[in-house]
């Protein structure tokens, strides 16, 4: 894939659908929640349940669905939810009516290279068409004690207040008194590590700045000084030199390399 | 359980507890997690036809939409270059760190949120659709996918975001104003096919129409405007003065056959022509307030003095001040209404003074009953004559009476104001025809003025002289009215009123000025009387 993706506005790839799916047939189905949960927790490959199609023989009726989850799944814990749920579930299944429906899918690219620049290049690589819905289902459960006890609990859960008051004696002391901060530690200690800034040659000095300048235009004193790790008065009469300072709006005190020194390709 | 051994072969099986009656079969479920697809749903809206099954030799192209540039521009975030000439050094951490002083949370742009584009086909036969994201729906319950894979064991896929798919419209249509507006001529619109096109014309030469209507605009405006500005300062410019400068018009412009077209000619008639006036005249701006049509109700009494105005330009505001005060005063008390009238046929009567010399009011008084009574009549055919006389005036309005057809409600509006609205207009027809002709023009007349005179009549069917005349004070000519609402006051000498006139502002020299009062004097026969040697004119208030 092309690297240049930092620069979403302008490059822009049109993404051909794959279309080789497209004749199958897919089920839709509507899971409850606390089903889909334990699912998503499911690894790899596994097995989650077996699915039993009764058709009748006779005509005219529909065949009738059945979902028994496993045992494994029903096992399965998912945190803050009740571990109970019913084991049976039957499926309801309706038509698709005059709507039309289609699955597509994306493949997502690895997440290494998407974490940089987030852009939808790198996030969709491949779009492909998955099917198309020839029937509609709802997993129901079917009711019995777990399933009512299920629905017991999540009432109760529903029913607690998000936010509870609690009768305290005293005050509750936030924070302890520190005689010195973790901040000024560090800073102290990076102080101490670096040393004094020490002037350098005047020629390197320039070379570096022009080096810098190099990158960016304009540039904070206090900027420069980091990274040129000079002594900022110093620093200022080298600047004066080479550079000019800009005391209005548009690029307040910040510093500009003077126009003999430039080569820009003049982007303005 | 028992069925791991079979879970294991992964593969479906015939039930073997199968009733007799039913057949069972079982089949293993399995959902892969990690297999890094994301699965979403695309949902047509209904009519669409997309089948993707007939689709796969054509290409199919799904992309995101890029909203990047209008997140930029929404959250005024600089487009700075990043580096290179321009940039700055730590700008934009600079900028967020800001940001987050200032409590301002810019919720980062996310082109995975945007929607979706698709396009299928290629070229300019490619349709195209933009899918939105729907929400919601997957907030208490979640959606798989059931496929069956080539071992017949099921797969499931969590369905993670449903899009909406709709068809992008790439036609022009009418916005919904536009539709208002054809909605509204819907029983007047035979080919509902024209419509668009003419949507096209009308964007093509834009400039052009928008001129043209502009143009009529200002006309209409203008010809309110000037029926409705009141400048009171002005009142007392005598009436006469206007019918000289008509009649000279006359002279110049118009000759005794377009009379006669005047006297079958309807309302319609006396409007255009007001509007051709309008346009010799310096084209004027001028904010409108919206009740143009009571505006000119109002007028319509006086109407015949306005329109007479507006031929100069100078006077134009002092008319239109007095067709104001006409207005009011109806409005304020009912008596003032014969005025009115009176005015009227003063004007008339001046007119035949101007030419006939002949004195007396009650004669032209007697006349103007006899005219009336002409002028009913020519009313009820007025209707008839309408018609006809749209169609046969194609020559002075073929451009007016289409922008009509076509434009701006507000002039259709003006429109349907209806006979009232219009009969200033005739009036003024009929005033600069009377002018020309005296024989011909008295029939005519009557039959013009109809409308508005009866109307007076209907509101005021006592005729007082005196009140008359207080109303005339408004005007800014020299009319008998005028005149004799100075004498009634006090005694002058001529000398006096001589000056009164003049301070109006009236383009008159002065020997035109005292010739027009002498010929009035005639008429109004005032009192004679010398004080101190110095002959003082008056009137009795009992005339």
New interface residues.
């Given amino acids: 894939m092309s690297s240049n993706q930092e620069d ?2 302008t490059s ?6 794959d ?2 799916a ?3 047939g ?8 606390y ?2 949960e334990k ?2 927790k ?17 005509p005219g009726t529909k065949p ?1 669905v059945t ?1 028994s989850m ?2 494994v799944q029903m096992k399965q814990e998912v945190p803050g939810k009740p571990t109970i749920t019913p084991k049976e579930h039957k499926f309801l299944l309706t038509g698709v009516g ?11 690219k690895d997440a290494a290279n998407s974490s940089s620049s ?3 290049e790198d ?2 690589e491949k ?1 492909a ?5 020839i029937q509609r ?1 709802e997993c129901r459960p079917v009711v019995d004690s777990s399933y009512v006890n299920l629905k017991k609990e999540q009432r109760v859960v529903m029913n607690k207040p998000r936010r509870e008051i609690k009768q305290i004696a005293l005050p509750v002391n936030v924070y302890k008194p520190k005689s010195d901060h973790k901040a000024n530690i560090e800073y102290q200690k990076k102080m101490k590590e670096e040393g004094k800034r020490i002037r350098m040659d005047k020629d390197e000095v320039q070379n570096k700045l022009f080096s810098i300048f190099e ?6 004193i206090v ?1 420069l000084v980091r990274l040129t790790n000079q002594p900022i008065t110093y620093l200022k009469e080298i600047l004066k030199e080479i550079c000019i300072y800009n005391v209005k709006a548009p ?1 307040k005190n ?1 510093w500009e390399l003077r126009p003999e020194y ?1 080569h ?5 | 359980m028992t069925s791991k051994p079979q879970a294991a072969t992964g593969g479906a099986k015939p039930g073997t507890s199968a009733p007799s009656q039913t057949s069972t079969q079982e089949y293993v479920v399995r959902v892969p997690n990690g297999s890094g697809k994301k699965h979403s749903m695309i949902k047509f809206s209904t009519g669409t036809e997309v089948d993707f099954l007939k689709l796969t030799n054509t290409t199919v192209r799904l992309e995101r939409e890029n909203n990047f540039k209008e997140y930029k521009t929404a959250h005024n975030l600089e487009t700075m270059p990043k580096f290179g000439a321009g940039s700055e050094y730590g700008r934009e951490q600079k900028e967020e760190a800001r940001r987050k002083k200032f409590g301002i949370n810019i919720k980062k742009y996310n082109p995975d949120d945007q929607p979706w584009l698709m396009k299928v086909g290629k070229g300019k036969d490619a349709k195209r659709y933009k899918g939105v994201r729907e929400g919601t729906i997957t907030e208490n319950a979640s959606y798989y996918i059931f496929t069956q894979c080539a071992d017949g064991a099921f797969e499931a896929f969590p369905i993670e975001e449903w899009y909406n798919f709709q068809p992008i419209i790439q036609y022009k249509y009418l916005n919904s104003d536009e539709a208002e507006e054809e909605f509204l001529k819907r029983d007047k619109t035979m080919n509902m096919f024209s419509i668009m096109l003419r949507k096209r014309i009308k964007n093509e030469d834009g400039s052009q129409d928008t001129e043209a209507e502009e143009k009529e605009m200002k006309k209409t405006k203008k010809r309110d405007k000037s029926l409705i500005l009141t400048d009171m300062d002005d009142w007392g410019l005598s009436d006469d003065d206007d019918d000289e400068d008509d009649d000279d018009e006359g002279e110049d412009g118009e000759k005794k056959p377009k009379k006669e077209k005047k006297k079958n000619k309807g309302k319609k008639k006396g409007k255009k022509n007001a509007k051709m006036n309008d346009n010799d005249e310096a084209v004027e701006e001028s904010d409108e307030g919206d009740f143009d049509d009571r505006e000119l109700d109002y007028i319509s009494d006086s109407g015949s003095e306005s329109e007479l105005d507006e031929k100069e330009k100078n006077d134009k505001y002092d008319d239109k001040g007095v067709d104001q005060e006409h207005g009011l005063k109806r409005l304020i008390d009912s008596d003032e209404e014969s005025s009115e009238e009176d005015e009227n046929k003063d004007e008339e009567d001046n007119d035949e003074a101007d030419i006939e010399n002949e004195g007396g009011d009650d004669d032209g008084e007697k006349k103007d009953k006899k005219k009336k009574k002409e002028k009913k009549e020519g009313n009820k055919d007025g209707a008839e004559s309408d018609s006809s006389s749209s169609s046969s005036d194609s020559d002075d309005s073929d451009i007016d009476k289409n922008e009509e057809n076509f434009s701006s409600v507000l002039f259709m509006q003006k429109k349907k104001g209806g006979s009232r609205s219009n009969s200033p207009f005739e009036k003024l027809e009929t005033t600069k025809s009377e002018s020309k002709s005296e024989g011909v023009k008295r029939k005519m007349e009557s039959e013009d003025t109809n409308d508005t005179s009866k109307k007076l009549r209907t509101e005021s069917p006592v005729i007082t002289p005196s009140s008359s005349s207080s109303s005339l004070a408004s005007s800014g000519e020299i009319t008998e009215e005028a005149i004799r609402r100075y004498l009634t006051r006090k005694p002058m000498t001529a000398k006096e009123l001589v000056q009164k006139f003049k301070t109006k502002k009236l383009e008159l020299t002065k020997e035109q000025l005292t010739q027009r009062i002498g010929q009035l004097f005639k008429k109004i026969n005032p009192e004679k009387k010398y004080v101190n040697g110095v002959l003082y004119l008056s009137v009795k208030k009992a005339d």
């Avoid at chain 1, 822009?12 to 659908?17: A, M, P, S």
């Avoid at chain 1, 990158?215 to 904070?220: D, G, L, T």
């Avoid at chain 1, 820009?264 to 303005?268: C, H, M, P, Q, R």
Wanted: glycine residues 4%; proline residues 1%.
């Fill in positions: 979403s506005s822009r790839q049109v993404r051909e659908v279309l080789t497209a004749g199958r897919v089920w839709l189905v509507k899971v409850p929640k089903l889909s699912w998503k499911a690894s790899g490959k596994c097995e989650v349940g077996r699915l039993k199609i009764t058709r009748s023989k006779l009738e979902f496993n045992d005059n709507q039309n429906l289609v699955v597509f899918s994306e493949q997502k987030s852009t939808a996030i969709s779009i068409i998955e099917g198309k819905v289902a990158k960016h235009q304009y540039y904070n900027d690029h910040m430039r820009y390709k003049e982007a303005k």
